[in-house]
Nanobody
């Protein structure tokens, strides 16, 4: 079973930056890439960013140009650099594999507020 440990969240002012990390452990068989998702209070979980094994990336329109996804295969870690943060980015952020692993980690809370 694949396990995820997300970290790096916190409280930041609008316009600030955070870098999230996701340590992945367990089976990596047939994993095509990694994804970040987020879930705001009283809202459904939504896709944020994706990175394939080829290095190709894809982003939700709401974060395009502000967020950057990256991976370190040697460390089995996926990152999300978040710049120019907005209050609407406030959410719990989760990572997962592509295809979906079947389980979720605890996530990391990001709060953007002045």
């Amino acid at each position: 079973q694949v396990q995820f440990v997300e970290s790096g969240g916190g409280l930041v002012q609008p316009g600030g930056s955070l870098r999230l990390s996701c340590a992945v452990s367990g089976s990596r068989f047939n994993i095509a890439g990694g994804r970040w998702y987020r879930q705001a209070l009283d809202k459904q979980r939504e896709f944020v960013a994706q990175i394939l094994n080829s290095g190709s990336t894809n982003y939700a329109d709401s974060v395009k140009g502000r967020f950057t996804i990256a991976r370190d295969n040697a460390k089995n870690t996926v990152y999300l650099q978040m710049n120019s943060l907005k209050p609407e980015d406030t959410a719990v952020y989760y990572c997962n594999t592509l295809p979906f692993s079947g389980s979720w980690g605890q996530g990391t809370q990001v709060t953007v507020s002045s």
